[in-house]
């Protein structure tokens, strides 16, 4: 069984930046890692993945302002968040996929609890 675990969030004004860290029991390379987020009333999104190579996907309204990363030795997946909006507030869960990385919930088999983050204006 892995247990993911969300760490980092918070509230900030907009403008402002926060990093997220997801802490993995079992840590594997070879699968994809992603953060979604979701608010009330809403479908969970995608927010950016990470698969073995490093090779990075994001959503449209966060490109060039997220950044996912990932360091193997301590087990921990990360989301950097700049420039924050208050549209950026939500849950923010950390998520394992299967290989090969997908923008879609259902390819994600692991969840974290959940972070939250909230932006004022």
């Known amino acids: 069984q892995v247990q993911l675990v969300e760490s980092g969030g918070g509230s900030v004004q907009a403008g402002g930046s926060l990093r997220l860290s997801c802490v993995a029991s079992v840590y594997n390379v070879r699968y994809c890692m992603a953060w979604f987020r979701q608010v009330p009333g809403k479908e969970r999104e995608a927010v950016a993945t990470i698969n073995r190579w490093s090779a990075t996907s994001y959503a449209d309204s966060v490109k060039g302002r997220f950044t996912i990363s990932r360091e193997g030795a301590k087990k921990t997946l990360y989301l950097q968040m700049k420039s924050l909006k208050p549209e950026d507030s939500a849950m923010y869960f950390c998520?394992?996929?299967?290989?090969?990385?997908?923008?879609?919930?259902?390819?994600?088999?692991?969840w974290g609890q959940g972070a939250q983050v909230t932006v004022s204006s």
């Open positions: 998520a394992r996929g299967a290989d090969s990385c997908s923008m879609k919930e259902t390819a994600f088999d692991y």
